[in-house]
Structures are given as C-alpha cells and as structure tokens.
C-alpha cells in the first residue's frame, strides 16, 4: 500500500516528534550528572512556560482553524499577518509580565525560593511563543510536507540544545543560551512564512470576528489548562521546597507517550474540514479514529502491565515511583480518543464548551484534593482521569440532544468499549497502591 502524506497525517507525525523529543529529554536528564534537584527545577519553568502560554496559544490557534477557511482569498491572508502581530505582542507583555515578577513567581507559584536560569528562559519564551503558528499555518496551507520538516527541524534542535551542553561537560545554562539561538532560528522560518503567505494591511472587524470565535476556547484552555497547573500547584505546596517530588510528579503525570500528541493533532487537523462540511467528516472522524484505537489501546494496555519495571530501567531509580501516576493517567485515554469536542468547534458551541470546562476544572480541584489525602500524588491524577471522563461525557450528550448526532456517528463504540474494558482490567490487576 502506497503512503500518502495527508495534512492531517503529517499534523499528526509534527506532534508526535514534539512529544518524543520531550521524552528523549526527559531521558537523558535522568541518567546525566544533574540530580532529581536540578531536574526539578528544569521542569518548573517548563510548567511555567505552559501556564503562560497554553490558554491563549490553543485557543487563537483552534479560533484561527475555525475561521480561516470561512474567509474569501482576499482576506485570508491578511488574517494570517494580524494573527503574527498579536503573537508577538502577547509574547512581548508576558515577558515582561515574568522578569517584573520573577520573585513572586519562584515564591508563591513555584514554591521556590530562587529558579536558576530564569532570565534565560524568558529570552527563549520571547521568542518561542510566536511559533506556534507555524505549523498551524501549514495545516492551513495544506502543506504536508513543510509540517513535518519543521517539525524535524524545531524538535532536533530542541534535543540538540538541551542536552549537547550537558554532555559535553558545560554548566546547564548553556543548555538555556542554546533554547534562546534555537528559538531565534524558529522565528525566522515564521518570518519567512508569513512573507510568503500573509498579507500587510489592518481588518479590525475580520480579527474581531476570530477573537468572538476564539475567545471561548481560550477560556476553556485555559481552565483545562489550569488543572494541569493546580496538579503541579498543589504538589509544590504540598511537598514545599522538595523539588525532587515535584520532578517525581512531572514523570509520572504524562498521558501514554504520543497519544495527546497524535490525539490532539488529529483533533485540529480535523477541525477545517467539519467547519467545512460536516457530513463528510463525520464518517472520517469515525474510520480514522479507529486507526488510533487499535494503535494507541495495545500500547497503553502493554505498558501498564510493564510501566514498573521500565521507570527506572527508562529513568533511574529516583522516578521509580512515579510508575503509578503513569498508570492512573493511562486511563485518560478512553476518553481522549472520543473527538466530539472537534464536532462542537466547529459548530462554533463554544459558550457550551466553556461552560462545561468550568464544572471540569471545579470537579478536577474537589476531587484532586480529596483523594491526595488517600493515595498521595497519584490521587492527584485520578481527579484528572475523572475530570476528563465527565467533560467528555457531557459533550457527548450535548450533541446527541441539540444536533441529533450521536456518538456512533463518529466513534466505533464496540472497539472502544472492548479495549476500555481490557484497560481498566489490567490496571487494577497490575497496579499496587
């Protein structure tokens, strides 16, 4: 069978090399000289750089998959142009908003006393945030091709950076110098992107129009992404000034490897075409995400039976515990592989989506902190799993009630009951709280 790279296969291949080369850092972190210590303070502006970032960068981004195809030839590209400009402004207020904060971030956010490297990190995020854009506007482009050579090209210099400096010897703030000279290189292939396809000009009512569209899912990134955050909050105060459990945290609390990622983009690859003709992609949402079934499932099933001994073979000894947070947010997957949310965007119910992600996020807090009293960090990540799984559900409703589609339209329910089941067997069978 001949292989044709499809947009949303080559989406889907760009978000699986980023979050391999998450891995791969993650890795080699572990077995190089730095400590759980280090480590942890590495991974803290890491955290930091999502919460600042995550709300606003998916939500104009998803806004911008929504409402681009809708436009005419014209005025397409001058959207693209307004989109850059305002990246760059927000990137440009946030680091200014960190460096004037610095103190109070590493105290009250952070739960440190000082973050090492931190002016570094915030040159990296400068120039950093805008990127995001880039391969978004290649999905729109419809340039399969480019999505994935950028892709090789950001996350092999991200493995690069991070860790040549280490092994070679230098002090870790080379590491942070190289993040900076690697972001500065992304930049220039945006800019030249957006001299090839965007427009100069000012159409205040077209980017009005994106920021209605967009402005909900911005809200709703930002409470799902504030989960993410309170998790890590709520470790940081609770082991106060151990950096080593919050490191141990960060380990464990990461769903199947390349499943968000593969997920995710098939999620926004996906997006143009409903907004576009949702009776053709109803069918294509189910027969693709099948695929994703019977690749993801196995996996995650094979890894929970052998996730306890792989941590520290993977890692070191040090993470060794974080095995069993793995293990709760295996389960994250049965609901990530169901994409009615990708139905509601681009219906545009986005109020709906919103007012969902509120109960999600009060739901995530209530039950985080209740069952942390009884199975410490990994009761943290089981108020993740039932957070996710009610969201989920009550878009799954939403449409079956307002739009009469129903989840058989666009999942296969034998296959995702069948290896749910197997899933949630083998983890209580294989798991030891």
């Not at 991974?43 to 809708?70: H, I, R």
């Not at 609390?253 to 109803?282: C, G, T």
């Amino acid at each position: 069978m001949q292989f044709t790279l499809t947009t949303v296969k080559a989406f889907q291949i760009f978000h699986v090399l980023r979050q391999v080369s998450i891995i791969v850092v993650n890795i080699f972190l572990a077995k190089s000289v730095l400590g759980a210590e280090a480590i942890g303070g590495y991974e803290k502006l890491v955290f930091l750089a999502f919460m600042v970032s995550y709300f606003w960068v998916n939500g104009l981004s998803q806004g911008l998959l929504a409402t681009y195809p809708k436009l005419s030839a014209t005025e397409q590209p001058k959207l693209l142009f307004q989109v850059y400009l305002f990246f760059v402004a927000a990137s440009l207020l946030i680091f200014i908003f960190l460096n004037l904060t610095e103190s109070w971030i590493a105290g009250y956010l952070l739960g440190q006393q000082d973050l090492p490297y931190y002016g570094f990190f915030t040159f990296y995020l400068l120039f950093n945030f805008p990127t995001y854009l880039v391969e978004n506007i290649h999905l729109l482009k419809e340039e399969s091709k480019s999505i994935v050579a950028f892709g090789g090209f950001s996350f092999g210099l991200h493995l690069l950076a991070v860790l040549v400096p280490i092994y070679l010897g230098y002090d870790f703030k080379w590491s942070f110098i190289c993040l900076i000279l690697m972001a500065i290189l992304k930049h220039i292939w945006l800019l030249l992107l957006i001299s090839r396809v965007g427009e100069r000009g000012t159409n205040f009512q077209q980017l009005r129009h994106l920021f209605i569209v967009a402005y909900p899912l911005v809200l709703y990134a930002l409470l799902g992404g504030f989960a993410q955050v309170f998790d890590s909050w709520l470790v940081g105060w609770y082991y106060e000034n151990d950096a080593s459990q919050f490191a141990i945290f960060r380990y464990g609390a990461r769903e199947l490897p390349l499943a968000l990622a593969v997920a995710s983009a098939f999620s926004n690859a996906m997006l143009p075409r409903v907004a576009a003709d949702i009776s053709k992609a109803l069918p294509a949402i189910k027969q693709k995400s099948r695929i994703l079934l019977h690749l993801l499932f196995p996996l995650a099933i094979v890894l929970a039976l052998a996730s306890k001994w792989l941590y520290p073979l993977v890692f070191s000894a040090e993470f060794e515990s974080s095995y069993l947070i793995f293990n709760v947010f295996l389960l994250v997957l049965i609901s990530r592989l169901v994409f009615p949310h990708t139905i509601l965007m681009a219906l545009e119910e986005n109020q709906f989506i919103f007012r969902v992600s509120v109960i999600e996020l009060c739901l995530n807090i209530i039950s985080s902190i209740f069952l942390l009293r009884y199975f410490g960090l990994a009761g943290i990540a089981m108020g993740t799993v039932i957070a996710y799984s009610f969201e989920k559900i009550a878009y799954i409703i939403f449409l079956n009630r307002k739009y009469r589609i129903n989840l058989q339209q666009y999942t296969d329910i034998q296959w995702l009951s069948f290896y749910s089941i197997v899933l949630i067997a083998v983890f209580f069978l294989f798991t030891e709280f």
